[in-house]
């Protein structure tokens, strides 16, 4: 079964926008991790920030933020005020009680000037 | 401080041959994990290590994979008998824990000719 959902193989932004990349994920354990990296074209994952389970408080990194929403399964990632280097896949990971991690199959930005 | 290191960045073999793809973490890292990332695929874990332990291999292909990482020396990922469908990116993770983030390395590309 599909643990982690990126539904958006493509997305598009104007630079200085705000986006909203979505991520889902299923699992019945209580105690879980989620991720979120930037894989550019060079081809390195960077890694961006991270949501406990237990965290009330949603994730913030900069221009980064994670909306976490418990109820839904959803670890959408919020860019604020893009720009032309925020290119690249993006994927998000849900690391389980094991420390297995899983990915989806990634969500690719481009910003546009 | 150095980051995940990963060598070679790229690798050509032949079919029949063996790849050996090479990681050393972050310095005060102990965990180690091997993905796989099979081209406009995310990212597909193979094997979690620590030192002179393999602690998860669920990932790992039963045959022609082996992983370890000794007590001294960086981890080795091992294919032997590399077949066309090996071709892809193998990325190695580091973290100080088992619960904390995992910092990739930049890769290496293995290409089977």
Redo the contacts between chains.
């Keep these: 079964a599909q643990k982690?959902t990126q539904t958006q193989p493509g997305m598009f932004v104007q630079e200085k926008e705000a986006v909203t990349l979505d991520c889902t994920y299923d699992t019945s354990d209580q105690s879980y991790?989620l991720?979120w990296?930037k894989q550019p074209s060079?081809?390195?994952?960077?890694?961006l920030i991270?949501q406990g389970s237990y965290d009330e408080q949603n994730a913030t990194e900069g221009r980064y933020s994670l909306n976490f929403q418990k109820a839904r399964k959803s670890a959408n990632l919020v860019i604020s005020a893009s720009q032309l280097g925020d290119s690249a896949m993006y994927?998000c990971?849900m690391?389980d009680p094991?420390?297995?991690?899983?990915?989806?199959?990634?969500t690719s930005l481009t910003v546009i000037p | 401080n150095a980051g995940v290191m990963q060598n070679p960045r790229h690798l050509v073999r032949r079919r029949g041959q063996e790849a050996r793809l090479r990681c050393s973490p972050m310095k005060g890292h102990s965990h180690v994990y091997w993905y796989r990332q099979l081209p406009e695929e995310g990212l597909k874990f193979m094997v979690y290590l620590q030192k002179e332990n393999i602690i998860d291999e669920s990932g790992m292909p039963k045959e022609r994979f082996s992983a370890e990482f000794p007590k001294e020396g960086p981890s080795i990922l091992r294919i032997q008998q590399v077949v066309r469908g090996d071709s892809a990116a193998y990325f190695c993770a580091s973290s100080h824990g088992g619960g904390s983030e995992q910092y990739f390395g930049p890769g290496t590309r293995l290409t089977v000719t």
Excluded: D
Aim: zero cysteines; aromatic letters at 34%.
């Design positions: 982690i991790g991720f990296y060079s081809g390195e994952m960077i890694f991270y994927f990971a690391r094991g420390n297995q991690f899983y990915f989806g199959t990634g």
